[in-house]
């Protein structure tokens, strides 16, 4: 079907936003909409421009015939340092309090529109590391995890704390949790993961690392590599933290029961934005 | 920022992408762009044009002072027909049996484009319906649950077969399982659905549909409706299946362990979506 500019334009700009990371070769394009390589890239100059004008990433250009154009999704630092302070203040409500100091916050891990902003934070955030695959453990990182992987463009894989006949073989491991300090289990399907993956963890909650440094270890034993730590809310430890490199958006900084306060604060994710060498 | 008509087009179709079912004002746009109501009605015009043609969706134009704008997203009944005919293919692998003719999907359900295409089909199936959140069960059905939800742009809630302390109070109702006749028990949240609210059920699969029929239970303890129900892959079962009215993709009819042979056919939701309304 032969698309004029303006068509082009629209449906260009959904194909990019469906494919992110993906390599679209120009010729793609140009068979489309049955329209000359030269248009194509005029139309990929606007729309890297408006990309970067109004904050919804970048597309690189990648030369040559084996090249193309890639959409990289990102966040500019401004508009997460808005985000974050938003993300602060919701988690700060005193009705989220529950009884033993807890948190309600099935809420914003079932809300597609904080998920989608803060999937595509994430991506921003691991935007310079190759990941393969964004690992979490069930169930409340799933929604989180699925969110940084569509940006991403790659799969999940979901750490459980027992196995299930419909995963077939899997591997297992103990780890002491890092607060209660008790002995737990988890397992990963054998064929979830392939040997030498860059993984992405990604989790709603830290206390003392546990349960994450646990996903560290079950990596090791898939000879997989950590490609990042990222966690939506960790919450401040006096004792030694099992996990020193991942990037958080929002830290717990105090939670009163008694006097029904939380006090949150900002998480490391901008200091680690800033020291990421910038996209090529 | 004042925009030309070029970069109006990529910056809208983005907005709409990301704003699903959303009523959109033309203010929001002409403020946006500093650019007079009657071009941006002529920027819609060609971005629903090109939705249209290209099977991305449809605009809605809501006349009037609270008027506006809505995306729509849908699939075409071609698209989706050649869609189940591909899931069926990559279902039917033999090398998805697991000891006990359990099929192992875990791969399906962690793609993100498999679950992006197949939330946007069970948002066509169920557009024409008021949809206020989704349910799923823990933990398979929750990625699947939010790939559907955020092209219906409503949150998701997760009954689970056990309380969290994270969760607050819950309320919890004992069911038998369909084909295992076994008592099982599931829990939801209490603050996390509220009476009368629309509910779309969705899962990834379905056997005699005991868990499904939990669910509607679950759901007549909050007093909220059953919108509709959406299956990934049904199974054939002999016996009567305690759910009637359901859309499905993929209906395994037979698995064989010993010859290792997996038949699968087209679930119902061709038929579904021909029988439904057309969108005004």
Do not use: W
């Amino acid at each position: 079907m032969k698309l004029r500019r303006s068509g082009r334009l629209v449906d260009m700009t959904h194909y990019l936003l469906q494919n992110p990371q993906g390599l679209v070769p120009l010729s793609l394009f140009a068979d489309r909409y049955g329209s000359a390589k030269s248009s194509i890239s005029e139309d990929l100059g606007i729309i890297k421009q408006t990309f970067e004008e109004q904050g919804i990433g970048t597309l690189i250009t990648v030369p040559g015939a084996a090249g193309g154009v890639k959409y990289i999704p990102s966040v500019s630092n401004k508009e997460a340092a808005s985000y974050i302070e938003e993300l602060c203040e919701i988690i700060a409500k005193p009705e989220r309090l529950l009884p033993g100091g807890y948190l309600y916050m099935t809420d914003i891990l079932g809300n597609p529109k904080v998920l989608n902003k803060v999937g595509k934070m994430f991506a921003t955030a691991f935007n310079h590391k190759k990941v393969d695959i964004v690992m979490t453990m069930a169930t409340k990182g799933i929604p989180l995890a699925h969110a940084v992987a569509s940006y991403l463009n790659v799969p999940v894989v979901i750490v459980r704390r027992d196995s299930r006949v419909t995963e077939g073989s899997t591997v297992s491991i103990n780890y002491v949790s890092g607060s209660s300090k008790r002995i737990q289990t988890m397992v990963l399907a054998k064929r979830s993961l392939e040997t030498g993956s860059n993984v992405l963890i990604i989790d709603d909650f830290m206390k003392a690392g546990g349960t994450v440094s646990g996903m560290v270890n079950l990596l090791s034993e898939f000879q997989a590599n950590v490609a990042g730590i990222g966690i939506l809310v960790e919450s401040e430890h006096i004792e030694e933290r099992l996990i020193e490199d991942y990037v958080s958006l929002v830290k717990l900084e105090k939670v009163n029961e008694k006097d029904r306060q939380i006090e949150v604060a900002q998480g490391n994710y901008l200091e680690h934005v800033q020291s990421n060498t910038p996209l090529k």
